[in-house]
């Protein structure tokens, strides 16, 4: 089955560790997103890659870095930087206009 | 910044329609309009699309008004499982962002 898939569902870090979330796709879609969400709040976006080895700042892109090495995986890592970490995660990716994005199921980060 | 502003939340008694408003006054001519929703953390949920013509499918209507300044989102007899967070986007495709607001939260109440 064609899908979005993002590991681990729960991850728990120390404080001052950075942690990558893993986000593949088997969708054949160029573009990529991660947004990070708080309790009642909406979707923010971090980054976002339309195509292989390039990627964009988001909103919140402080404290977070991306890679974007093959179409199907685009890795979130978030650093010691990011002072407010715990949040859930989500990745999303997209093949074009006219066509719906297609959501992960999440990560959910804390910080311990 | 999202491009899109929507009521925070609204109430629905099931059964009835609900109709959920977006304004998206400075949308370009080339920017779709999208509907998603979330229920309690999960990922967002794609319900429907359009450029400028209503459209309708198995979950929902949009209607999109002439000028594309505001839509509506209509779900004909809501149930409480559609009890959610409703998103309107805007988007163009290409390199560009796919933005969320804060999305409006419905409430369906038996």
């Known amino acids: 089955d064609g899908g979005i898939t993002q590991s681990p569902k729960y991850l728990f870090r120390k404080e001052g560790q950075n942690v990558t979330l893993s986000c593949e796709q088997n969708?054949?879609?160029?573009?990529m997103y991660w947004y990070r969400q708080d309790p009642g709040q909406g979707l923010r976006l971090i980054y976002y890659?339309?195509?292989?080895?390039?990627?964009q700042k988001g909103d919140i892109a402080e404290g977070y870095s991306v890679s974007r090495e093959k179409k199907e995986s685009f890795p979130l890592t978030v650093t010691s930087a990011q002072k407010n970490p715990t949040a859930f995660y989500l990745c999303?990716?997209?093949?074009?206009?006219?066509?719906?994005?297609?959501f992960g199921q999440g990560t959910r980060l804390t910080v311990v | 910044d999202a491009k899109t502003t929507q009521p925070p939340s609204m109430d629905c008694a099931e059964g009835r329609a609900a109709n959920l408003p977006c304004n998206h006054s400075?949308?370009?001519?080339?920017?779709?309009v999208y509907w998603y929703r979330q229920i309690h953390s999960q990922g967002p949920q794609y319900i429907i699309h359009?450029?400028?013509n209503n459209e309708t499918n198995e979950m929902a209507s949009l209607i999109i008004t002439e000028d594309r300044k505001s839509s509506t989102l209509i779900l004909p007899h809501a149930t409480l499982r559609d009890t959610a967070v409703y998103y309107c986007?805007?988007?163009?495709?290409?390199?560009?962002?796919?933005?969320f607001g804060k999305g409006t939260r419905l409430s369906v109440i038996a």
């Open positions: 890659s339309q195509i292989v080895n390039d990627f």
């Open positions: 359009g450029l400028k």
């Open positions: 400075t949308i370009s001519g080339n920017e779709y």
């Open positions: 969708l054949n879609h160029d573009a």
């Open positions: 986007i805007v988007f163009a495709g290409g390199n560009t962002p796919l933005v």
């Open positions: 999303a990716s997209i093949d074009g206009l006219n066509t719906e994005a297609f």
